[in-house]
Structure formats: C-alpha cells, structure tokens
C-alpha cells in the first residue's frame, strides 16, 4: 500500500439544505475536481481542531464540528488518502474560495452532477442516500 495521507473534509449545510462544494484549482493536485473543503490533519490533532483551522485557512470563515461523517480511504497512484468527511456548522462569515478555483452550493440530490475527487465519492453518494 501506498504512503498513507490523512485528511479531513467539511460537510458545511446553508439555511436552504445545499451542500458546499470546493473546486480544486489547476495547481493542486487533482485539479479541476470538486471535493469537501478541508485538508491534512497536523500530527496530534483532533478533526475539530484540524477541520476548524483548515476551513479558517481556506475559505476565511469559522465553522463549528458537528460530528463524523464517512470515513474511507482511496488508493491513488502514489499514494492513499484516508477521507474523514466531518459536519460542520457555519458559525462566522462568508466562505471565500481562497484556494479553490470555485464555491458553489448544491441541493444534495444534484451532488453527482460533479466531477467529484475519486476519495469523496463515498461521502457523496452517503449524502445523497441520507433522509434529511
């Protein structure tokens, strides 16, 4: 197996129950692909702690962990990511794709309409099946 990443992805809700959905920009890796905002998870840190800095650092708001949400890991080429997709809530300001070419937000049941990163497909999927 593969060298082995840990990440960790937000599953932030508006008002109206539409999902935020980041795309990747042309200089990360996989690019042009949607996934869940997020990123690595530092050593010694919980995924409130790693989910709560990293939305700071990529889209310039605070949210709030909720709970765990799906947890799976996708073998790449050269390596592996192992994908916990955590809910949040949006307690202060405005997601800005800092980071992201884009940011948009979209009603569950149109979720596959993107081309989802392999890793989040899952959770994707999870979401979908769900009853709210």
Same mark, same amino acid.
């Given at each position: 197996?593969?060298?082995?990443?840990?990440?960790?992805?937000?599953?932030?809700?508006?008002?109206?129950?539409?999902?935020?959905?980041?795309?990747?920009?042309?200089?990360?890796?996989?690019?042009?692909? #949607?996934? !869940?905002?997020?990123?690595?998870?530092?050593?010694? %840190?919980?995924?409130?702690?790693?989910?709560?800095?990293?939305?700071?650092?990529?889209?310039?708001?605070? +949210?709030? !962990?909720?709970?765990? !949400?799906?947890?799976?890991? $996708?073998?790449?080429?050269? !390596?592996?990511?192992?994908?916990?997709? +955590?809910?949040? $809530?949006?307690?202060?300001? /405005?997601?800005?794709?800092?980071? $992201?070419?884009?940011?948009? #937000?979209?009603?569950?049941?149109?979720?596959?309409?993107?081309? #989802?990163?392999?890793?989040?497909?899952? /959770? +994707? %999927?999870?979401?979908?099946?769900?009853?709210?």
């Amino acid at each position: 197996m593969n060298k082995v990443i840990k990440v960790v992805g937000a599953i932030i809700e508006n008002e109206s129950k539409e999902i935020l959905c980041a795309l990747r920009s042309p200089r990360m890796s996989l690019p042009n692909r #949607w996934e !869940f905002p997020g990123g690595k998870i530092e050593s010694g %840190e919980t995924l409130k702690e790693a989910i709560e800095r990293e939305i700071k650092e990529e889209l310039s708001c605070e +949210v709030k !962990f909720i709970n765990s !949400f799906n947890d799976n890991t $996708h073998e790449y080429d050269k !390596f592996a990511v192992n994908l916990i997709t +955590v809910r949040c $809530h949006l307690v202060a300001g /405005t997601p800005t794709a800092c980071e $992201h070419s884009k940011l948009i #937000w979209l009603p569950r049941e149109n979720l596959l309409s993107l081309n #989802w990163a392999p890793a989040d497909i899952q /959770t +994707v %999927e999870q979401l979908i099946k769900e009853k709210v």
